[in-house]
């Protein structure tokens, strides 16, 4: 029997390991827009004191996942600088787990559980046009965009907010070159490994919460002095 999933920024025609049916997605609704105000202005300024590759820490309640990004996706680099550094991640939940696959995460209405049914659909009211790098292949913790399907998103465009880190490559090569990966995991595949087992419903949201407490930029891996304007 085939399963229906009905998030519109969920990842397509994926199988997620070989004791495990493929899964499709039902047709898209437009992404929903987050209202949240950004404050670029700050968000640029601390941006500038970061290295050409930075290091996030996405800090959840199993753990904190280390991510470098990559200088060859500069707009997904920006992007994700943006958000992370005025705030917009924070306090969101881990919203998709699909053991020996992936995690997904990024999805502001995730705050809010009286809106579970949309989980997976929100975002904010733009898109990241897709940079496709070669040698950026979906391994071991990869970091990518999630995206709308190519029947409402020819040109591959990334969600403007959402994003998944690979567990199991062996089951995302069909994705390289569909998916923009803008990073990499560099700390911390063990929380993802940990983060993937969890128990899941239906719709592979984890039974038991998790929070994604904060996504701040290193302070030891970007050498950044002890009264940056990054540190929270």
Known sequence: MRRILY???ALLSVVCCKNRRSEEVAEETPETPETAVIDTVAAAKAAAALPEEPVFDIVTTMGTIKVRLYKNTPRHRANFEKLALSGF?????IHRVVNEFMIQMGDPLSRDTSKTALWGTGGPDWQVPAEFVPEYRHKKGALAAARRGDQANPYKESSGSQFYLVQN???CVHLDGEYTVFGETVAGLNVIDRIATVRTDR???PVREILVLSVKPDQEYNNLPKNSTTDE
């Open 203 to 205: 719709y592979d949201r």
């Open 89 to 93: 991640y924070d306090s969101t939940r």
């Open 169 to 171: 490559p062996d089951n």
């Open 7 to 9: 998030l519109s920024m």
